[in-house]
């Protein structure tokens, strides 16, 4: 059985230390404390007096901190996490600095720590935009779209995108720039791109590209790409996303942090992510 070390393992580890924390006093030591107070007093001094117990610090930070811990942690493992985009591989979707609520239950419950699937509610649909743990190391993550479902026939070439030896049109929207926050600004043209009826946004540059032969995406396997396209490590380079890997969703902007001006973006503020 796999173990994933991250965010959502502390989480666990703490929020289950402190219930053991509290347990440990409540079954064993909290009546030895009892026990000690009133042997300590006599009878007619407990007559009509309020005995006050006292409780080590660590167990009242524990009872203090468990249910907050507790709810933080359904919260984050099974409804919605946050997520930052560190790069700019899904311009213009998602920018840098744009944070991110992800789903975690659209396509099913699933168990921190080990990541195993305990209840089934959907499959991943073609243009879906999903965060998943990176194949090459799972201690990282990444987002980007799916375009390649499991049985699919999949070839890039001069920039168009063929699924099932249909092409994706490309409709031309303007040529713009992409301001990078940790590199060169890039002349690039925007375009609309149709996943089998699908739109969104695309950015391509004019002297970047390559293609990549047909193939057929495997079982329990997803085909992403990033929406800038010749600006992106996805799966033309380091292959498929197994089922398993995939965290859930994104489907908000909460917060947008402009990385080159320092302010920020309040118009992306509450945007849906489609």
């Known amino acids: 059985m796999k173990i994933y070390f991250d965010f959502s393992t502390i989480l666990v580890i703490v929020t289950l230390l402190t219930l053991l924390i509290w347990l440990m006093d409540i079954w064993f030591f909290r009546a030895k404390r009892v026990q000690k107070v009133m042997l300590g007093r006599s009878e007619k001094a407990l007559e009509g007096e309020k005995i006050e117990i006292p409780e080590p610090k660590i167990v009242e930070y524990s009872r203090s901190f468990f249910p907050v811990l507790l709810i933080v942690l359904i919260l984050r493992c099974f409804i919605a996490e946050p997520f930052r985009i560190p790069t700019g591989s899904m311009k213009p979707t998602l920018l840098e600095g744009d944070f991110v609520l992800v789903n975690k239950f659209t396509?099913?419950?699933r168990l921190p720590v080990t990541g195993s699937k305990v209840y089934d509610l959907s499959q991943p649909k073609r243009g879906d935009i999903i965060v998943f743990r990176y194949p090459k190391d799972t201690s990282v993550n990444f987002i980007k779209r799916l375009v390649g479902?499991?049985?699919?026939?999949?070839?890039?070439?001069?920039?168009?995108?063929?699924?099932?030896?249909?092409?994706?049109?490309?409709?031309?929207?303007?040529?713009?720039?992409?301001?990078?926050?940790?590199?060169?600004?890039?002349?690039?043209?925007?375009?609309?791109?149709?996943?089998?009826?699908?739109?969104?946004?695309?950015?391509?540059?004019?002297?970047?590209?390559?293609?990549?032969?047909?193939?057929?995406?495997p079982s329990d396997q997803y085909f992403v790409m990033g929406d800038n396209r010749d600006n992106s490590e996805d799966s033309r380079v380091w292959g498929f996303v197994p089922e398993e890997l995939i965290l859930g969703k994104a489907f908000f902007i909460w917060m947008s942090w402009d990385p080159i001006k320092k302010d920020m973006r309040w118009d992306r503020i509450g945007t849906r992510i489609g």
């Open 107 to 109: 396509y099913g419950i």
């Open 149 to 217: 479902l499991p049985g699919d026939r999949i070839k890039y070439e001069n920039k168009i995108l063929y699924i099932n030896d249909k092409p994706m049109t490309q409709t031309f929207v303007q040529k713009s720039v992409d301001e990078q926050a940790n590199g060169p600004t890039l002349p690039v043209m925007q375009f609309t791109e149709s996943l089998n009826g699908i739109e969104h946004p695309i950015y391509q540059i004019k002297i970047r590209g390559y293609n990549v032969p047909e193939f057929v995406v």
